[in-house]
């Protein structure tokens, strides 16, 4: 039961959000032409690290925004600020 | 007959007294007993038999720790214990032998809540009390949790104080990250309650928690531990203090620490005979006052005899074999032991937090507490083993006489002995896990409050070596037993997860239509009409829109309102063909694709203007589809200038399908022209029906001549209703989910979750020719991939069997010539009106290639032979549909 | 936005009613819950300059905050927060006029857009002593008057139904915007919580 | 066969294993004791005779997934590839007791999965004709034929998602996750394999692209092949050797209810509504729930998970509604992005990885460790295992087994 803090709603709880998984996986660019190799490590592989981890949540049950933030995978404590992620900053 | 009732003193009500029944017996307490300290007032010693053993139990403890008081509450039968209880007039309970009977069902629910503190403390003992004074004074919002029911009057500070929330009878279960607390509260049941009264379950946000939740005592272990009589020290004295009972009348009580000593001389005060104070410890402590009873210190019970109860105790010195042979017997009906104490810190653990053995406490506990964690009062004494409280010299197995262990109870529910951790250590165990799960010791559903950490010492015993050694432990929610009803709380029966209704429901009620869950939605699944089969329904359906018209309900598709200088080329990006060329005003089908090239969901994308679309999804794909958009736009594309909004419960649809519905259709617009030249295929209008602003696409879904007409949800049933009505003399048909699935399968077209399921990629159902060789498409750079574009791929096949009535089940395997394994499955199969025969759909290894040959369908066992044919099998030229 | 002759004219609001006055779907001892059918409803998206805030502001009447989660107010007009770059402006009474002419003379930065969504959501008051109590049954937010105050406003869960939460006005009412396909689930969730409510 | 010896109850046996200290070298190195890492020692040596193995283990033997898991045993995957590996490992099952001479407590009881929908109905129907044709035994039931396989079950069509039948192995079953971790332990011991716990692994030893050994909590152990059994851990040691595995662990809640005389006597699964639930012999229920979302490694998840899975469970049996949760706890499962494991070799020679078992390790025990020990001892994969390689999330040859995977991934 997660307490996650949104930039721009603070704090909600883990119910109002999505987890995505590892934050500043990129995604190929429109028209690039990735190798099989660059696509399936886009697809499949993700760090899964046993600490401090870089992680995207979505904030899909309240104002939408997708943000990133640090959390530990042992204590579940979160160890940065929350990011907005896209145009738009606080 | 050992325990009595005093002639005065306790917190009950003795001007009012209540009668309850145990084992069928009809017995009598006061108010403000509970039912284990009026079966100790009225002399009952065995309140159960050991579950392997069947030996006789009485009550050991006064609270959440008593191992052995379990009852089963008629009428229900619901399991708890007898120091848990409140009595109340007419209550009727038995005893239960570790394992309960199989309870009733209680269909009340009960209340979840949800609540932010600044300080929530708990326990209301003197020092929860402080605690919580303390943090008003301070300003801000408290919360006073107490598990148990008899919690003395509140101090006048918080009686009356704003911002202040006392919960009795509210045990705090679990504390999870944040601070989070949650709690559960008896309503249910406790005396006077409304029998509609809901227990709650509370999730309380805090910012800071207080721990008051005091100590539990420990028994010691030595051989016939288990005879009734034989009790905590500290609870004999909650029975003294709280509920005027004496537990027996000649008592000796053995300690390892200066808290039993109280209890004497408060035994003594009240009128008990107590014989001696037997003292671990060569040098008592500090607080060691025997008031005038003999203290023999230096020695141990090594031993007990009696029958049904508790009769003389075998007393020897501690240390000094030779007196083994020996021993002192000295005749007494109550021993209260008092082995040390652990401090009540669960709640820390469910956190992560490891409780170590502390030497300088004699006990597991913590030397740093988290952070926004305060623990106050005994627990806080214990754990850092200050005062009467602490157990510097912990005794954990005093040998017996003749040196065997099979009667040294560890865990009295589980009826667990040292001589079982003994076999646990012979096999090779030494990790305390091993031997719990070898043992079972601390399983049953005292949670280990009395055993734990004496398990741990005669491991440590045994093995010679010493606790901290042997590691921390840890312990997990619920910090008591909770009832699975109050954790399912009002999510119960239609309201278990939300339903998604449209706004034409009422029409198909009326209707008679049976529905389906799609995701959320209830749809209207099919119509059957007064003795009319599904299937005769489905039929009829079917055949009303070849033949006629039919209407269907088609507002819970997902609709998505894109706007933006940039909203061409983002359609274009999300969907495998183009949509930057379409023409404003006309609608084209479109497909998207997972980022793995798998295909994701389909719908049409209609052109509103230069820098405006509509797009619709799949019913059960509409939340996961803007999800999806949204985090390309936000995470990916932030350059692109385009909003997406959600417009799907603005626009109720009905889609009017069959030859007839050009007719029906100029009958609602007459100011339309519908003709084929001015309202052509894969086009929108924005036309008034009556008065009415409506958004008409000519689309198709079924393979006829169709139309979706959307209007504001709100005039949804107007709108249906008006349908029908302007179409009555055409016969006009609702038509549900099933009777579509039917049409769109006869011409062939796919559906998102049916024909495919995360592994099919557009390909497979034939449809590269939607894949655009000119643009980017989310998705494409993972079809080259060397699997996905095998020859041998599942690929989408029309299937017929030889018997035109034959229905293949769906889900059937389609098998290779020989050998096991599966060629692929059947997806979709129907009777079909239009074609007067069964036929089907599937995905099928090499399949397009085989058309023309046969593979054989595994149904019920048999092998039966089906016609591969081309999946499009009415109107192939599309001349119904276009015309 | 639809005209108000068209009320009358077959509008059947998601929970059944078919009048623009508030009407009461469930009420207990200290709470009761009413459906302000056929709310006006504007979703505003544009980035958020505060020069074309301010004269959109302007034009429709009410301030559009750009403080997340806080409501502009003018009457009964209201402008919500609901994202960085998004706005719901609802009006119980008529926002169709202003709404006409704010798209008919334009002049709007590319990027700017306007969703008519009157219909998407319904608009529900819970007021009474125990309105905030009720909430608290199924919603996680803190909706403590010095936290949660007249001028706030969030997307949450209640029931585990997505919602918009606001003051209606100044004193303990709310106002719980719910998606027209929830609303009847959401309702009979607030009747069986009420059921227990004073038990 | 004439009647076969009563297997050993843990209870009877004089020691179980030993507690030896590690040697400075072995043929074979198995990273975890857990269920995985003991079956395989015990195949290395039954199977191929080398006996010559170390099983290393940072805890307790059998004190990680193997000792958290809701013990359910079934064969009933979709795909070929799986139904081959995990029908394997039930006939493996099914002769356990005697190839172990231990009580492994395995009770064929069935194990049934319930469809609310119609999609779930379509689905699971697909998976026993399925099931069919790769030699599974599998049925589908309608509501009324379940209802008398399980009369606690509501069936009534008033609820939420109603039952609208489902599909039962008879086959499938539970047995007892600590008997099965010291049944193979303790025959492994008697083998000559020496299972070292409270031994860490840290970091490997190596020679240019070669495994040569691992550095641990208790020094340096070198060894002819290193073999990785660690679960929700392996992508940690993996990192040291800069390896990417496409693994992400997550938190798998269950929870024991305090005991009840026996009602329920078979395995009971919901893939739509989140639950699986059976009684074990002690009489308490087991139940397991849907994955936490988030990573984590701390052995706990989101208690709200388990409140939803509480309701659920009402839904299915009425009779619930009154007995207490006792304990809920957490395992780490390792889970692939299609809900399969991989049991390889690694791109460094002498090293191979099985890991990726998400809800399924349980089951796969005895095939698991059957094909794991073939791989290892003749560095090719077992037919079993050779569709579980690594590289398939290259070529695309993925066996995506979400939907018959015991819970939602």
Known sequence: ?90 | MSGWRLAHGGLIDRSRPVFFTFDGRRLAGFSGDTVASALLANGVDVVARSIKLGRPRGIVAAGTEEPNALIAVEPGLALRRATEVELVDGLAVRSVSGRAPAPAIDETPSEHVWHHADVVVVGAGAAGLTAAQDAVAAGGRVVLLEGGHAAGPLPDGLVDAADFVFLPRTVAVGRFDSNMIVAHERRRGTPGANTAARDRLWHIRARDVVLATGAVERPLVFADNDRPGIMLAGSVGVYLQRYGVAAGRRAVVFTANDSAYVVARDLQAAGVDVVAIVDTRVRPGPTADAGGIEVLSGHVVAGTTGDEGLASVLIVPRDGDADRASPTVVEADLLAVSGGWDPALRLLAHTGARLRYQPSAGTYGVTEVPPRVRITGLAADVNGGVGAFSTLDPVWLVPAPDGSLDRHFVDLQRDATAADIRRAVDAGMRSPEHVKRFTTIGTGNDQGRTSGTNELGVLAALLGTTLEQLGPTTFRTPLVPIPMRVLGGPYRGELFDPVRTTPIHGSHVAAGALFENVGQWKRAWAYPREGESFDDAVLRECRAVREGVGIMDVSTLGKIDVQGPDAGAFVDRVYTNRFSTLKVGSSRYGLMLRADGMVFDDGTATRLADDHFHLTTTTGGAAAVLDWLEEWLQTEWPDLRVRLTSVTDEWAGVAIAGPKSRELLARLAPNLDVSAEAFPFMTVRNEYLSELPARIFRISFSGELSYEVYVKSWYGRALWDAIAAAGADLDVTPYGTEAMHVLRAEKGYVIVGQETDGTVTAADLGLDWMLSKRKWFIGLGALDRPHLTRPDRRQLVGLLPDDPDLHVPEGSALLPSGGLGTAGNVTSSYRSAALGRTFALGLLAGGRARIGSRVDAQVAGWRVPLDIVEPVLWDPQNERRDG | MVEQRFADGGAVSPLGNRTFDPVVVVAGPGVEVLEHSFTDQLDVRLDPEPAVLGALGDRLRVAIPAEPNRVGRDGRRLALWLAPDEWLVLDPDNLEDDVARLTMEGGWPPDVTFVDVSAHRTLLELRGRDARALLARGCPLDLDPRVFGPDHCAQTLLARVDVILFRLDGTDAFGVLVRASFARYLVAWLTDALEGFYA | ?409
Not at chain 4, 233 to 245: E, F, K, P, Y
């Open chain 1, 1 to 90: 039961m997660l307490l996650i803090s949104c930039p721009w709603c603070g704090p909600r709880e883990e119910i109002e959000f999505r987890n995505g998984g590892e934050a500043g996986v990129a995604a190929p660019e429109p028209d690039a032409e990735p190798t099989t190799d660059e696509i399936s490590g886009f697809l499949f592989f993700r760090s899964n690290p046993k600490g401090s981890f870089h992680e995207r949540w979505n904030h899909s049950h309240g104002c939408r925004r997708w943000v990133s933030l640090t959390r530990s995978t042992i204590t579940h404590e979160i160890e940065s600020e929350s990011q907005p992620t896209g145009r738009f900053r606080p």
């Open chain 4, 1 to 409: 066969m004439s009647g076969r010896r009563q297997p050993l109850d843990p209870h009877l046996v004089e020691r179980l294993w030993r507690t030896p200290a590690p040697k400075p070298a072995y043929d074979v190195v198995v990273v975890g004791a857990g269920g995985h890492g003991l079956s395989t020692a015990y195949y290395l040596a039954k199977n191929h005779g080398i006996t010559n193995v170390a099983v290393l283990e940072r805890g307790w033997l059998g004190g990680g997934n193997m000792g958290r898991n809701t013990t359910v045993v079934r064969s009933n995957y979709l795909w070929d590839q799986s139904a081959a590996i995990y029908e394997f490992s039930l006939k493996l099952w099914e002769s356990l007791e005697d190839e172990l001479d231990f009580d492994v407590l395995l009770s064929q009881r069935g194990v049934v999965a319930l469809a609310h929908s119609t999609h779930d109905v379509r689905e699971i129907k697909r998976r026993v004709s399925a099931n069919h044709a790769n030699g599974i035994d599998a049925e589908w039931l309608e509501p009324a034929e379940l209802k008398r396989f399980v009369p606690i079950i509501n069936i009534s069509p008033e609820v939420r998602y109603p039952v609208l039948g489902g599909s039962l192995q008879r086959r499938g079953g539970i047995a007892r996750h600590d008997h099965v971790a010291w049944g193979y332990a303790h025959a492994a011991d008697r083998m000559g394999v020496d299972i070292i716990q409270n031994c860490e692994v840290t970091d490997f030893l190596r020679d240019g692209d070669r495994i040569t050994g691992v550095q641990t909590t208790r020094g340096p152990i070198a060894a002819g092949n290193v073999a990785l059994a660690a679960a929700g851990h392996t992508s940690t040691l993996a990192d040291r050797l800069g390896i990417r595995l496409p693994i992400q662990s997550h938190p798998l809640q269950a929870l024991v209810s305090e005991l009840i005389e026996p009602f329920l006597d078979t395995v009971i699964m919901s893939n739509t509504v989140h639950v699986y639930v059976s009684q074990a012999d002690k009489g308490e229920l087991v139940m397991g729930a849907g994955i936490d979302a988030f990573n984590s490694y701390a052995q706990r998840g989101s208690f709200l998970i388990i409140e939803r899975m509480l309701a659920a469970a009402i839904e299915l049996f009425p009779i619930f509604s009154q007995v207490r949760v006792l304990r809920t706890w957490a395992g780490i499962v390792d889970v692939c992005p299609d809900a399969s494991p991989i049991i390889g070799p690694l791109p460094l020679g002498n090293l191979y990885v099985n890991t990726g078992w998400g809800t399924g390790g349980f089951k796969a025990t005895p095939a698991s460790g059957w094909v794991y020990a073939h791989t290892i001892a003749t560095g090719q994969p077992h037919e079993l295992n050779a569709p579980f390689q690594l590289d398939r999330f290259r070529s695309g040859a993925l066996v995506d087994e979400h939907g018959a995977a015991g819970v939602a991934h």
